[in-house]
């Protein structure tokens, strides 16, 4: 079992940035592919970003690609989504999702085991 905890959401205003954290218990992290997911309101949950267990590949949406940063730090159990040049269209609740192993369809929030509660993130104009 795998508990994850986001933090690091809050409001900011355009053109700002934000960094999120999200923080896994248990001993078998880097066996994990983690990923960012959103989720605004009247919508369905999007993928954002993930980081590949092996090798520490990145992915990333077509809409943050180039804006948002996804990394990991295994000795510390912890993914981080760096945010910057934020616009009012990434206003949403934040997840982190991880799946052991995972190296495929990761795009998909479906064949992810395990979730965060999420963090709320609201960006001004």
């Known amino acids: 079992q795998v508990q994850l905890v986001e933090s690091g959401g809050g409001l900011v205003q355009t053109g700002e940035s934000l960094r999120l954290s999200c923080a896994a218990s248990?001993?078998?992290?880097?066996?994990?592919?983690m990923g960012w997911f959103r989720q605004a309101p009247g919508k369905e949950r999007e993928f954002v970003a993930a980081i590949i267990w092996r090798g520490g590949v990145t992915y990333y949406a077509d809409s943050v690609k180039g804006r948002f940063t996804i990394s990991r730090d295994n000795a510390k159990n912890t993914v981080y989504l760096q945010m910057n040049s934020l616009k009012p269209e990434d206003t949403a609740v934040y997840y982190c999702a991880a799946d052991r192993y995972r190296e495929y369809d990761f795009r998909s929030p479906s064949p992810y085991d395990y979730w965060g509660q999420g963090t709320q993130v609201a960006v001004s104009s």
């Open positions: 248990g001993r078998t992290f880097s066996t994990y592919t």
